[in-house]
């Protein structure tokens, strides 16, 4: 048996001896041939190894840019937030400020949901019946109004809102005390249109239109927008004004409903028909 084992294992016992001796004579004989042979090794081994460190260089690199890169995200997201936050702080103070110079009973509101795509639009507000709000209450912002209500639930409530082709309200052009019917023709979001002006009111364009009070939603001075332009139509004595609204139903956050009902007598009174 050890002589079945040496069999097997003679021949790789003296190929390391002989590596072994081989690497012993090169270090300890410091002939010229040696070192010549021993720089030409150096060389080729520093060589390929200067070929091959960009490698380890290149995955280093790319985990620093994965790693800056979600740094970035990290910090553009932080940005965007504190950027948000001051814009919703800003607003919420600007309200706040509405709310306690407002002379009427004002409940805030948020917007929770916006059908904004046809003629027939409506926007959705988070308070209801048991906030006390009532079909045919005006809603506004502290920027101008937006609508009001026409379907009360228990927790939520329906608007009409400008941008609605059935809204109409009695306006005023500042500083004339002009007043006319305002509407949306349905088309552009970005212009009402405010009719039965006498044509020979000086308006110009940028005066302020607001609500007049000769209505039984709104009352009178909420800001509705400006004039952005005057159309004049031959064979007419009465002009139409486009109003570009203060109010924009895609950004606004929140609103107030006012907390005001109709006088009884009043409404009943305006919904006689007339003989």
Do not use: C
């Amino acid at each position: 048996m050890p002589q079945r084992l040496w069999d097997r294992l003679r021949d790789w016992i003296v190929l390391v001896l002989l590596v072994v001796i081989s690497f012993g004579t090169m270090l300890s004989v410091n002939t010229p041939v040696l070192r010549s042979l021993r720089a030409l090794t150096l060389d080729w081994t520093s060589s390929v190894e200067a070929r091959f460190a960009w490698v380890g260089t290149f995955f280093r690199a790319l985990n620093e840019n994965q790693e800056l890169r979600r740094e970035n995200i990290a910090l553009a997201s932080e940005v965007a937030r504190s950027r948000e936050a001051r814009l919703e702080n800003a607003q919420l103070r600007s309200m706040l400020r509405f709310e306690q110079r407002s002379s009427f009973p004002l409940l805030p509101a948020r917007i929770v949901a916006r059908d904004l795509f046809g003629q027939q639009n409506h926007v959705t507000l988070n308070v209801g019946r048991r906030d006390s709000v009532e079909v045919g209450m005006a809603v506004v912002t502290e920027r101008g109004i937006l609508g009001k209500v026409i379907l009360v639930g228990d927790a939520y409530s329906s608007v009409m809102p400008l941008l609605n082709t059935d809204f109409r309200v009695p306006a005023k052009v500042q500083p004339l005390q002009t007043s006319g019917i305002l509407r949306w023709p349905g088309t552009d979001p970005t212009q009402l249109l405010l009719e039965h002006i006498v044509k020979t009111e000086p308006v110009e364009v940028g005066q302020l239109v607001v609500t007049s009070g000769e209505s039984s939603v709104f009352p009178e001075g909420y800001p509705i927008g400006r004039v952005d332009s005057v159309a004049i139509k031959v064979g007419r004595n009465t002009l139409d004004l486009y109003v570009a609204p203060l109010v924009s139903l895609h950004v606004a956050p929140a609103a107030f409903v006012i907390l005001q009902t109709k006088d009884p007598e009043l409404a009943q009174f305006s919904e006689m028909p007339v003989r």
